[in-house]
């Protein structure tokens, strides 16, 4: 669990979080680490505080989650 960040319950391996930050720069900051979000922002009922994306690996996840305590 991350301050900021609220992820939705999900039954596949895509993720939509909602966050207090503008999704659109949290999309840059992480391609910097490697790292691919969809912006959410062109969804309907949604807007730049949402965010998708799919993990595939426990490993995978623990990344994001250091990527996002860096840039935040």
């Not at 609220?6 to 939509?16: G, Y």
């Not at 992480?30 to 965010?51: E, M, P, S, T, V």
């Amino acid at each position: 669990q991350l301050d900021g960040f609220e992820c939705s319950d999900s039954s596949t391996n895509f993720i939509l979080i909602k966050t207090k930050y503008d999704s659109t720069k949290l999309q840059q900051k992480l391609l910097k680490h490697k790292i691919l979000i969809r912006d959410c922002k062109n969804f309907r009922g949604l807007d730049n505080q949402y965010f998708r994306i799919a993990v595939k690996s426990h490993k995978d996840n623990i990344k994001l989650v250091k990527a996002l305590e860096k840039i935040t």
